[in-house]
C-alpha cells in the first residue's frame, strides 16, 4: 500500500534553533518527492522537489534530502523564525499518472520567541 | 495576484443544500486537481480535470459530487445534498502540464462548513 508517514506530529522549538523533519514512504515506483509548508488557513506552498537522482536540495534556511534506497526523506530548517511556525507536508508522487501524489499528514512546527 | 484563486474561501450551507466551490488556475496553466482536506488529516486527491475533460475521478464518492472545467471559466467543484460529513477544507491545485514531475500550484482553499 502506498504511503507516507512524517514524523513527528508537532514540534515546539525556541526562534533561532535548528530543527528536522521526517518522511518515510512506501510509495512504489517512485518519481519525486517534495515538501510543502501550510500556513494556517492557506493552501500549501511547495518548498523543493527532488527526484530519484537527487540527495539534497535546499531553499534558503530549508534543506531537504532523499534516501531512495531506504525510502526516507527529512527536512532540515535552519535558523528557525517565527513565520516558520506552519504544517510541513511531505507528498510523494509515484510514476504513471499526474494525480498519483500521497501526502503525508503533516508536521506542525511551532517557533516561539 | 496571478496565483490560483478560490471562492468562496468560506461557505457555509445546511443539511441538504447545494455548495459550489470554484477555482480558477493560475495563468497558463491547463489542468486542475480537487483535494479535500479534514481535520488533522492530509489531503486527499479528488479529481484531475482538463479543459472540458474529466482525467481522473478516482477520489470522488460516487454520489452528490461532481466537477467541471469548461473551456471558459472556472473549474467548478459541485455537492448536492450536502451533509454534516462533508464539511472539510477543498484546495485546487494547477499545473502547466499533467505529469507528475511538475510542480502543483495551491490556492487558499474553501473552508465548507455544514449545519
Known amino acids: 500500500k502506498n504511503q507516507v508517514e512524517q514524523s513527528p506530529q508537532s514540534l515546539i522549538i525556541l526562534e533561532g534553533k535548528n530543527c528536522t523533519l521526517q518522511c518515510n514512504y512506501t510509495v512504489s515506483p517512485f518519481s519525486n518527492l517534495r515538501w510543502y509548508k501550510q500556513d494556517t488557513g492557506r493552501g500549501p506552498v511547495s518548498l523543493t522537489i527532488?527526484?530519484?537522482?537527487?540527495n539534497t536540495k535546499s531553499n534558503g534556511r530549508y534543506t531537504a534530502t532523499l534516501d531512495a534506497d531506504t525510502k526516507q526523506s527529512s527536512l532540515h530548517i535552519t535558523a528557525s523564525q517565527l513565520s516558520d511556525s506552519a504544517s510541513y507536508i511531505c507528498v510523494v508522487s509515484a510514476r504513471a499518472g499526474a494525480n498519483n501524489l500521497f501526502f503525508g499528514t503533516g508536521t506542525r512546527l511551532t517557533v516561539i520567541p | 495576484n496571478a496565483g490560483v484563486m478560490q471562492n468562496p474561501r468560506h461557505l457555509v450551507r445546511r443539511r441538504g443544500q447545494e455548495a459550489r466551490l470554484r477555482c480558477s488556475p493560475m495563468?497558463?496553466?491547463?489542468?486542475v486537481y480537487w483535494y479535500r482536506q479534514l481535520p488533522e488529516e492530509g489531503l486527499k486527491f479528488m479529481v484531475y480535470?482538463?479543459?472540458?475533460?474529466?482525467?481522473?475521478e478516482s477520489g470522488m464518492p460516487k454520489e452528490r459530487f461532481s466537477a467541471e472545467f469548461p473551456k471558459e471559466g472556472p473549474s467548478i467543484l459541485r455537492i448536492q445534498q450536502v451533509v454534516r460529513g462533508d464539511s472539510a477544507a477543498y484546495f485546487c491545485a494547477s499545473s502547466p502540464q499533467g505529469y507528475s514531475n511538475q510542480p502543483q500550484h495551491f490556492g487558499d482553499g474553501t473552508r465548507l462548513s455544514i449545519l
Open positions: 480535470l482538463q479543459k472540458e475533460n474529466i482525467i481522473d
Open positions: 495563468k497558463g496553466h491547463s489542468h
Open positions: 527532488m527526484t530519484f537522482s537527487e
